[in-house]
């Protein structure tokens, strides 16, 4: 790739950017909680159900 594009494309993606309000902040935050706690539940949970089919035996 050509430097000097790759320096125009960042730049210009700055420019645009803009930084978040309040609310769209917090809406990201609970999403990206929500999915921790979610994929943590799921390991949770194999992890227990094969914890308990392995004592079980």
């Known amino acids: 790739m050509n430097p000097k594009q790759t320096l125009k494309n960042m730049s210009n993606t700055m420019k645009m950017a803009k930084k978040p309000d309040k609310d769209e902040y917090t809406q990201h935050l609970r999403l990206v909680i929500t ?23």
């Open 35 to 57: 999915g921790i706690l979610g994929v943590g539940a799921i390991g949770f949970t194999i992890q227990f159900v094969f914890s308990v089919v392995t004592f079980g035996r």
